[in-house]
């Protein structure tokens, strides 16, 4: 059983940084690529970032581009998100997921998945 456990969401001001960790367990993390989606109220889930399973090769959304980083820890089976200059339309429920990058198409096919943590950016 596949258990991704994300925390780190919060209520935070415009231009604040928030880190976000997703804590895996049930499979060899390492074996897998590891990434970050979101859902805003009202849209559907988008890709946010994604890293590889070594951590050598990283992913982003035109829009995050330059202000979030993905990172993975193999050895704690743990990936982050880190997220610096936080806008508003950055608000969304933030999902972790386990699965295999499509490189053509800057994205992630996520097999397992999160609950989410919800960020709020207030203007």
């Known amino acids: 059983q596949v258990q991704l456990v994300e925390s780190g969401g919060g209520l935070v001001q415009a231009g604040a940084s928030l880190r976000l960790s997703c804590a895996a367990s049930?499979?060899?993390?390492?074996?897998?690529?590891m990434g970050w989606f979101r859902q805003a109220p009202g849209k559907e889930r988008e890709f946010v970032a994604a890293v590889s399973r070594s951590g050598g090769s990283t992913y982003y959304t035109d829009s995050v581009k330059g202000r979030f980083t993905v990172s993975r820890d193999n050895a704690k089976n743990t990936v982050y998100l880190q997220m610096n200059s936080l806008k508003p339309e950055d608000t969304a429920v933030y999902y972790c997921?386990?699965?295999?990058?499509?490189?053509?198409?800057?994205?992630?096919?996520?097999?397992?998945w999160g609950k989410g943590t919800l960020v709020t950016v207030s203007s």
């Open positions: 049930g499979r060899t993390f390492s074996n897998y690529a």
């Open positions: 997921a386990l699965g295999t990058i499509i490189v053509v198409a800057n994205n992630l096919r996520g097999d397992y």
